[in-house]
Nanobody, 124 residues
Framework: QVQLVESGGGLVQAGGSLRLSCAAP????????MGWFRQAPGKEREFVAA????????YYADSVKGRFTISRDNAKNTVNLQMNSLKPEDTAVYYC?????????????????WGQGTQVTVSS
């Protein structure tokens, strides 16, 4: 079992920035590919970004490409999501997820472990 703990959510005005972090205390991060997903009220959970186990490959949803950046620090067992130029439609609960193995995926069903989520609210 892998426990994931997200932090960094909050309220920000449109055009602003937030940085989300996800930690896996006591776990070796480097054996997992990592992803960020989000779920807005009344909508299904959707893919946001993913990063390979080494950090060498990243993937983004079209809706966030060019605005969000996913990164990881395997020495610190953390993965981050830098979110710039935020829009009201980015408002959602953001979830960190981990997938065992070295094949990066964007499907929700491919991920084995999930955090509790952190709320991001973007006001217009």
């Amino acid at each position: 079992q892998v426990q994931l703990v997200e932090s960094g959510g909050g309220l920000v005005q449109a055009g602003g920035s937030l940085r989300l972090s996800c930690a896996a205390p006591g776990r070796t991060f480097s054996s997992y590919t990592m992803g960020w997903f989000r779920q807005a009220p009344g909508k299904e959970r959707e893919f946001v970004a993913a990063i390979s186990w080494s950090g060498g490959s990243t993937y983004y949803a079209d809706s966030v490409k060019g605005r969000f950046t996913i990164s990881r620090d395997n020495a610190k067992n953390t993965v981050n999501l830098q979110m710039n130029s935020l829009k009201p439609e980015d408002t959602a609960v953001y979830y960190c997820a981990a997938r065992g193995g070295k094949i990066t995926a964007i499907q929700i069903s491919a991920y084995d472990y999930w955090g509790q989520g952190t709320q991001v609210t973007v006001s217009s």
